[in-house]
C-alpha cells in the first residue's frame, strides 16, 4: 500500500509538471503530442547538425550553426540515409535560376535595337533595323519576342524611334502584337561601316613589306 501510495503521488507531481510545460515528455513544446504525423510533418523542417547554443555567456561552438530542437531520430536517419538532399534540389534551382537570368538577358540583348538600326536624322528605321525587326518577329522564340530600343540623347528622338518601331511592326504581314520598352544601353560591338572604316585605315596607313637585307661584305670584319 505504501508502494502504491507512493507511485500514485509521483503520477500527480510528473502530471502537474506537465501542465506547467506543455505536457512534457509526452508533448513537444508547441504543444503536439509526440510520435503523432502532425508532430514529424512539424518537424520535417528541422536543419541536420549540431545546434549553437550559449552557455557562461559564449557561443556554442563559434561558427554559425542551426539554432533551436535538434532533429529527431528517425529524420536524423533520413538525412543519413538521403545526404546530400535536399542540399543538390536547392543548388540544382540555384544553378538553374541563375541560367534563365543569363538567357533572358541575352535575347534582351539579341532583341536591342540600337542607334546604327535608325536614320541619323529622322530617327526612322533603316534597312538594317526593318531586317532585325524582320529576324525577331520570325525567328525569336515567343515567350522572348519583344522589341527593345535603345535610349537616345533626347527624348523627341526616343519617341520618334519607338513610333517607327511601332508603326514597322503594326504594318507587318502577320499583325503579330509585340511590345516595344526603352532601354538604357549601348551596343556591344560596333557597326559594319565602322568596322570596315578602321579595316580601310589600316591598309592605307600600313608600310610596305620590306626584307631587311646586308650583303656579306658589308658585315664586321669581313672582306680582305
Not at 510533418?41 to 547538425?49: F, L
Not at 538553374?96 to 534582351?108: C, E, K, P, T, Y
Not at 539579341?110 to 533603316?126: G, I, K, S
Not at 549601348?186 to 650583303?215: H, K, T, W
Request: with cysteine; charged share 15%.
Amino acid at each position: 500500500m505504501i508502494r502504491l501510495s507512493w507511485i500514485a503521488c509521483l503520477l500527480t507531481m510528473l502530471c502537474a509538471s506537465s501542465n506547467a510545460s506543455a505536457g512534457w515528455p509526452f508533448f513537444s513544446e508547441d504543444g503536439l503530442r509526440r510520435g503523432t504525423p502532425e508532430y514529424y510533418e512539424a518537424r520535417a523542417g528541422d536543419p541536420p547538425g549540431a545546434r549553437q547554443k550559449y552557455r557562461y555567456g559564449k557561443l556554442w561552438p563559434v561558427r554559425a550553426r542551426p539554432v533551436g530542437p535538434s532533429q529527431t531520430l528517425v529524420h536524423r536517419y533520413h538525412t543519413a540515409h538521403y545526404w546530400p538532399h535536399p542540399y543538390q534540389c536547392q543548388d540544382r534551382a540555384s544553378v538553374m535560376a541563375f541560367r534563365d537570368i543569363q538567357l533572358h538577358n541575352g535575347w534582351v540583348t539579341a532583341t536591342t535595337f540600337y542607334e546604327y538600326h535608325f536614320d541619323e536624322e529622322t530617327n526612322q528605321l533603316n534597312s538594317a533595323g526593318i531586317k532585325h525587326l524582320s529576324w525577331l518577329m520570325s525567328h525569336v522564340p515567343e515567350q522572348h519576342r519583344q522589341a527593345h530600343v535603345s535610349v537616345a540623347s533626347t527624348d523627341d528622338a526616343n519617341n520618334a524611334r519607338i513610333l517607327s518601331v511601332e508603326k514597322a511592326i503594326a504594318s507587318a504581314a502577320n499583325q503579330q502584337s509585340i511590345p516595344v520598352l526603352p532601354r538604357v544601353t549601348d551596343p556591344l560591338g560596333r557597326p559594319a561601316v565602322e568596322v570596315q572604316r578602321i579595316l580601310q585605315s589600316a591598309n592605307e596607313g600600313a608600310l610596305p613589306p620590306v626584307i631587311q637585307y646586308s650583303g656579306a661584305g658589308s658585315a664586321e670584319g669581313g672582306g680582305g
